[in-house]
């Protein structure tokens, strides 16, 4: 509990350097049509408008007859559709900072220009791929499934160990907890997404328990990355600590020289290391929430829905199962997590 | 006369900020929910009509522990009941309470709902339950809409 507490202080500390450097880092809202919201890294709702900014923790939910599009400082364009959640957040600190692009529900529509830095990471709740001034379209099926669509450029798809590459009009579905499908070429006419989401739901329908232990093989990877955490951010804590009771009687010397030298050596370094570890930790919690959010809630609302008073044997198994992967989600997300990020 | 004079102007800035009060009071003062408008809604519920009414069930949505953040989630969801005929059968008006620090346990007892309750309900949200053959009903109820009250959340039915 008391390491929870100073995690969680450790936590709200670096969220607050994060919401500075942030502050540079927005995407412009260019265009919308229909209902736009963006969701504050604080959870607060605002309505997108043209000239809206985005900042790194905030997400654009379109509504049923909503679209958005935005624009990030290089010139890259993101176009998301209708009932969708696309949301923007980086991993990594200082000089390894790289911006995260996450489809979160629904289908969005990248073009994107040559970084300066990092190539930003694209994500959904199956994959992460890396691009290279490419234009392409992601679409995150309700059961968590992910279909990639290269319309230029090059784009590395990768999941579960194994990394796929597309090129110009190719594609490759990503099922939850497994490795991206075979790679296929591109049909002229762009994918319907509403029709593949459909037969993606009505094949979660056919096999419920089967659809929510993919999610649960998506999700025991963030698990194992949170816990191989564990130790380098004790390890780096602790060498943040020691470096931080060492600087005490060097800066009371008042030294300068000597005071810059152990900053520059020793102190700053330590923190760096510490931050980078936090950052990875809420980039796995953050994932694996995300999953939670949109994925399962999705699957119990369709299930809840379709059998709100009587259920067959498969419906009750689900429910079994979802309610042991929440217990299992409060124990390990949960403590990684603080209310702003709900 | 010359007192009248001066009275007269008193007299009506005191009926002014009286008026003021009560209606400032009015504005302040946490909605009620009434039993009537409750039980018209449980009414619309069973006969299929909530999806139907723009506005009635807005994002973010609680559904259980669950938080539907899509509006097209929250319409599946009253479309997909009233495709498997739900209906609240015998429903009964139990209570309507203002909420309180614990109230999202009555949904559940989870970092979820208590940052949705922290997060997307506000003074106006009412927490109603309602008991039906099926078994007790929690809603999360709003001001009106459409002469309905907005509904917020639904849990049930908890045995």
């Known amino acids: ?342 | 006369m010359t007192i009248r004079k001066k009275v007269r102007p008193l007299a009506l800035l005191s009926a002014i900020l009286a008026v003021s009060l009560a209606l400032l009071s009015c504005a302040s003062a946490p909605y009620a929910q009434k039993e009537s408008s409750v039980l018209k809604l449980v009414d619309l519920i069973n006969s299929g009509g909530v999806g139907e009414i723009d506005g009635l069930t807005p994002t973010p949505f609680a559904l259980d522990g669950e938080t539907l953040y899509l509006d097209s989630d929250v319409a599946t969801y009253w479309a997909n009941l009233k495709a498997a005929s739900f209906a609240l059968t015998d429903a009964r008006f139990v209570s309507a309470d203002h909420l309180k620090g614990d109230s999202f346990k009555a949904f559940a007892d989870s970092f979820d709902m208590k940052n949705f309750f922290e997060k997307y309900t506000g003074k106006d949200t009412s927490l109603v339950t309602i008991d039906a053959k099926e078994g007790r009903y929690y809603f999360l109820l709003e001001r009106k809409v459409a002469g309905y009250p907005k509904v917020r959340g639904m849990k049930g039915p908890v045995q």
């Open chain 1, 1 to 342: 509990m008391k390491h929870s507490v100073k995690r969680i202080a450790a936590v709200a500390a670096f969220a607050a350097f994060a919401c500075l450097y942030a502050a540079a880092q927005k995407a412009n809202v260019t265009y919308v049509e229909g209902v736009a919201n963006i969701k504050s890294s604080s959870g607060k709702l605002r309505v997108a408008d043209f000239g809206s900014q985005v900042a790194f923790g905030e997400s654009v939910i379109t509504g049923k007859d909503g679209q958005a599009e935005l624009k990030l400082e290089n010139g890259s364009t993101i176009r998301v559709a209708q009932n969708s959640v696309f949301s923007y957040t980086n991993v990594g600190t200082g000089s390894d900072s790289r911006q995260v692009l996450a489809t979160t529900a629904g289908k969005v529509a990248y073009k994107l220009n040559k970084a300066t830095g990092k190539s930003p990471l694209i994500q959904s709740n199956s994959m992460v791929a890396g691009v290279r001034g490419t234009e392409f379209t992601v679409m995150a099926g309700r059961d968590g499934t992910t279909l990639l669509e290269v319309t230029g450029g090059i784009v590395d798809v990768e999941s579960q160990g194994k990394q796929v590459t597309l090129v110009k009009d190719e594609g490759v579905e990503v099922t939850p907890g497994q490795a991206p499908g075979a790679k296929y070429t591109r049909p002229g006419k762009e994918l319907d997404f509403s029709s593949w989401n459909k037969g993606k739901i009505d094949g979660f329908l056919a096999d419920p328990v089967a659809g929510l232990a993919k999610i649960e093989t998506q999700l025991a990877g963030y698990q194992k990355a949170l816990d191989e955490l564990k130790k380098p951010f004790e390890d780096t804590t602790a060498a943040w600590k020691k470096a931080r009771d060492d600087y005490k009687p060097i800066l009371e010397s008042k030294d300068e020289a000597a005071i810059k030298k152990f900053q520059e050596e020793t102190l700053f370094p330590a923190q760096d290391n510490r931050s980078a570890v936090i950052l990875t930790i809420r980039y796995n919690a953050l994932n694996y929430l995300s999953v939670r959010r949109f994925v399962m809630s999705n699957m119990y609302m369709e299930l809840k829905s379709r059998y709100p008073t009587s259920r067959p044997a498969a419906v009750e198994t689900f429910f079994k199962n979802y309610a042991a992967m929440l217990a299992k989600y409060e124990t390990v997300a949960v403590p990684e997590l603080d209310k702003n990020d709900y």
